[in-house]
């Protein structure tokens, strides 16, 4: 009877707990932030939507009750460059993978370099305009691709730093390719309806239109008075191997331990080079990488209201899925039914332990993480639980020294 009073007791005090650490849903009215007061208001000719007529409010979760660790002084991390802004474009996973690299050569061989991520955004709308033609016009259009295409295209066409190519014209303060993705889009799209399937000729129209909007790419690199073409700047100078960088994901409808395709829009190839592996290897993987001197180039969806752009934070409510039930069920069915999109990627170089739970800091190039201001010790910054990394991060690139241990349990 005493051992029953006091197993009643244990449970009792549980069930407190629990109530007491529930979180509430707020509804917030959207007010224009860094997007539309700095990022659009910067672009020249620019014409700013007009305001709704009636307030438009979001539901998120209320973080009054959060502890969130937002000082990115405060986080174990790894070397990286300054966040730096994508501007009015839809290439996170090029500005994300190109940090990635930069920490990957100062990691490698201690230099700091700054290098051009619309060199590879331009090559990847020219490998896209071939794949339009070879498919017959039967893929994705988007400016979104993954992170390991910043390795497929640095195995074509090599690098460049930043200086050599910023993709913008004298006096532009942000990148803007709305105008540019909007005439390549139409292009290919009368391409397909008269069926003028002529690669060489679709190439060349695609890149006239970049060479308008962001100018030719250069074909050599000068370092130190040297000069050296894009390849060898990227064998010699960066000495980066993009076989060595490797990529994952974790979705239990798959085989583990073997390679598969992680099968969203923006893998518009259909690569099949992501390692499958279990939501423990790939949560634990994101950790050792960090301890090892690694980062990662992590992309997921952070269009939930547990991700909130004013406080600059990534959590997942008790009203989502309470934190002991998100295991790889929970992941894969929200992936499935398309509430887990693959939205966004960032460049995660950090992490800190804080009351048991890990968080991690993610170097963001998107206007959300810029509401904060300038002046702003997080901005350019995301602080995400690890719930959130665990249910809503879906993919990253990481280089394979990082994870020796889990390549080798890999099928060949």
Not at 382 to 398: G, R
Request: hydrophobic residues 35%; proline residues 4%; glycine residues 6%.
């Amino acid at each position: 009877m005493k051992k029953q009073i006091i197993l009643s007791a244990i449970l009792l005090s549980a069930v407190v707990v629990i109530a007491q650490n529930k979180d509430k849903a707020v509804f917030e009215e959207v007010k224009p932030g860094y997007y539309q007061n700095s990022i659009l208001k910067g672009i020249d000719d620019y014409e700013l939507p007009e305001a709704p007529e009636e307030k438009v409010k979001r539901m998120k979760v209320d973080l009054s009750s959060w502890d969130i660790p937002n000082k990115p002084s405060e986080y174990k991390t790894v070397w990286y460059n300054n966040p730096i802004s994508q501007g009015n474009t839809g290439t996170c996973w090029c500005f994300s993978t190109t940090s990635f690299y930069e920490s990957e050569v100062k990691r490698a061989s201690g230099k700091n370099v700054k290098l051009s991520e619309i060199y590879i955004v331009y090559w990847e709308y020219v490998e896209r305009a071939a794949y339009f033609v070879e498919s017959r016009g039967n893929m994705t259009l988007g400016e979104g691709s993954e992170t390991n295409a910043v390795a497929k295209n640095m195995k074509k066409y090599g690098m460049v730093p930043y200086d050599h190519f910023t993709g913008m014209k004298a006096g532009q303060l942000f990148h803007n390719h709305e105008s540019m993705f909007d005439e390549i889009k139409d292009y290919l799209a009368s391409v397909k309806e008269k069926n003028a399937w002529n690669k060489n000729e679709v190439v060349a129209t695609v890149r006239s239109i970049l060479d308008h909007y962001v100018g030719p790419v250069p074909t050599e690199v000068t370092v130190d008075g040297k000069k050296m073409s894009p390849q060898e700047y990227l064998k010699n100078e960066l000495k980066i191997n993009p076989n060595d960088y490797v990529d994952f994901m974790s979705m239990m409808d798959e085989k583990y331990y073997q390679k598969g395709e992680y099968k969203v829009p923006d893998n518009w190839w259909h690569s099949k080079a992501y390692n499958n592996v279990p939501l423990n290897e790939f949560m634990s993987a994101v950790k050792m990488a960090i301890d090892n001197g690694f980062s990662l180039s992590i992309g997921g969806d952070v269009s939930e209201p547990g991700f909130d752009k004013i406080a600059q934070a990534g959590v997942i409510p008790t009203w989502d899925v309470p934190s002991e039930f998100i295991d790889e069920a929970a992941r894969l069915q929200r992936f499935q039914n398309g509430s887990t999109t693959d939205d966004h990627a960032m460049h995660l170089v950090g992490y800190k332990i804080q009351n048991g739970k890990t968080w991690y800091l993610v170097k963001d190039s998107s206007s959300g993480s810029r509401n904060c201001g300038e002046s702003s010790e997080k901005f350019g910054y995301y602080f995400i639980h690890e719930d959130y990394v665990k249910l809503k991060f879906m993919s990253f690139t990481v280089h394979k020294d990082a994870v020796k241990d889990i390549l080798k349990k890999m099928k060949s």
